[in-house]
C-alpha cells in the first residue's frame, strides 16, 4: 500500500514537485544578486516647481501688456550648455487653448532657457498662411535635436 501524505494525494505523487521547490530555493540563495552600488559621483534630481520662471509679457500697440504663452510644446531637447530649448506650437491655428486667454500672445516658435529658467533666446517666424498653416516652420512640429556644434 502506498503512503499517503494527505488523504487522498500520494507521497510519491509530491516528491517531484518537493524537488523542485528545493532545488529553486537553492538556486536562488547561491545566485543571489548583489546590491547595486551606487557610486558618491551619481546625480540626485528634484523638481524645480519655480523652473522655467515666467513667460515675458509684451505691450501691444493699444497699450496691453499680454504676455507670453506657449501652447503645446511639440519638442524639446538640450544644449551643451544645459540650456533647455522648447519648440512651441502655440502660434498654429488653435495653438492656444481657451483658458490661456485673449489677452496672451503666442510665443516664439523656439524658446532657448538658460539653467536658471530665464528666457535666453527666442525666434522663429509665426506668421500662417491664408490657408491657415506656418509660413516658414513645419506645419506639425514633432521634434528637436542639437549636435555638437548646438545647432538645433
Keep these: 500500500m502506498t503512503r499517503r501524505l494527505r488523504d487522498d494525494i500520494p ?4 516528491l517531484p514537485a518537493i524537488a523542485l521547490l528545493a532545488a529553486l530555493a ?17 546625480p540626485e534630481y528634484r523638481v524645480d516647481p519655480f523652473w522655467p520662471k515666467p513667460l515675458p509679457t509684451m505691450t501691444d500697440a493699444d497699450g496691453l ?4 504663452v ?12 544645459d540650456h533647455v530649448i522648447t519648440v512651441n506650437r502655440g502660434f498654429l491655428p488653435g495653438g492656444l487653448l481657451p483658458q490661456e486667454g485673449s489677452q496672451s500672445v503666442p510665443s516664439p516658435p523656439v524658446i ?24 516658414v516652420l513645419p506645419h506639425g512640429i514633432h521634434g528637436c535635436a542639437t549636435d555638437e556644434m548646438d545647432n538645433i
Aim: some cysteine.
Design 70 to 81: 506657449t501652447g503645446m510644446v511639440g519638442a524639446s531637447c538640450i544644449d551643451s550648455h
Design 65 to 68: 501688456a499680454r504676455q507670453w
Design 112 to 135: 532657448l532657457y538658460d539653467t536658471d529658467g530665464d528666457v535666453a533666446a527666442s525666434w522663429g517666424d509665426p506668421t500662417l498662411t491664408e490657408a491657415g498653416a506656418a509660413a
Design 26 to 42: 537553492a538556486a536562488a540563495f547561491w545566485m543571489a544578486v548583489p546590491e547595486a552600488q551606487t557610486p558618491a559621483s551619481a
Design 11 to 14: 507521497l510519491v505523487r509530491r
